[in-house]
């Protein structure tokens, strides 16, 4: 069974322009979770998906961030327009309700912005 | 608000060493508490967790108890491996079992050297 996958896994832009990642989740797993990790700090909650729905959106920093996942089954956050300090390693996770409702993680998108 | 806090890195040891990462928390209620690897090039991958007070969870040679007493998740191995290089993460979900984020602290960057 494939894991969780994201895409692309490294992204250079320049402050000022968009950019929107992709995560694929575990297939079945209603939950789905946007989590950041920048500078070397702490790896930090965004949002929490359940299904297509926005369950809890209290990481996400501000507006210029914006998810969506469309018919419950992959995730797009896209970032518009980015700043210096939105670079760091964007991680997607997912799970599906059972064995303690663990979560997967994808390899993560490792965004700089310039 | 719940917090964990972790042993700041770097952490350079020779192979065969004793490994000990350090990892305390704050939380209410009942968490359960989760040590992450990232190896390089990869995603998060699960490594050990518990679920409640004096649970022991162990993976490949390495252990941590759950102290409710002391707040503590310590991380240990008793003879690490150059393959071992990696970071580990200290996580906790503040409602075991529950489809809730994950909190987490900041890493701490391992080198094994043969």
């Known amino acids: 069974e494939a894991g969780v996958t994201q895409f692309p896994s490294h992204s250079v832009i320049e402050k000022g322009q968009t950019v929107t990642l992709r995560c694929d989740p575990i297939?079945?797993?209603?939950?789905l979770y946007w989590y950041r990790r920048v500078m070397g700090k702490e790896i930090k909650f965004l949002l929490h998906?359940?299904?297509?729905?926005?369950?809890?959106e209290s990481g996400m920093p501000n507006n210029r961030f914006l998810a969506e996942r469309t018919g419950g089954t992959y995730s797009t956050l896209k970032v518009q327009p980015a700043e210096l300090e939105d670079s760091g390693v964007y991680f997607c996770?997912?799970?599906?309700?059972?064995?303690?409702?663990?979560?997967?993680f994808g390899p993560g998108t490792r965004l700089t912005v310039l | 608000g719940d917090s964990v806090t972790q042993m700041e890195g770097p952490v350079t040891l020779s192979e065969e060493a004793f490994l000990t990462i350090n990892c305390t928390y704050t939380a209410t209620g009942y968490p359960s508490l989760f040590w992450y690897v990232q190896y390089p090039g990869e995603g998060l991958q699960l490594l050990l967790k518990?679920?409640?007070?004096?649970d022991k969870g162990s993976n490949k040679g390495f252990e941590a108890t759950y102290r409710k007493e002391t707040t503590s998740f310590h991380l240990e191995k008793g003879s690490v491996q150059v393959s071992d290089s990696a970071v580990y993460f200290c996580a906790l979900n503040p409602r075991s079992g529950s489809a809730r984020q994950l909190t987490f602290g900041s890493g701490t960057q391992l080198t094994v050297l043969p």
């Open positions: 297939s079945g797993h209603d939950n």
């Open positions: 996770a997912s799970s599906g309700g059972g064995a303690g409702n663990e979560q997967f």
């Open positions: 518990a679920t409640k007070a004096d």
């Open positions: 998906f359940v299904k297509e729905s926005k369950q809890d």
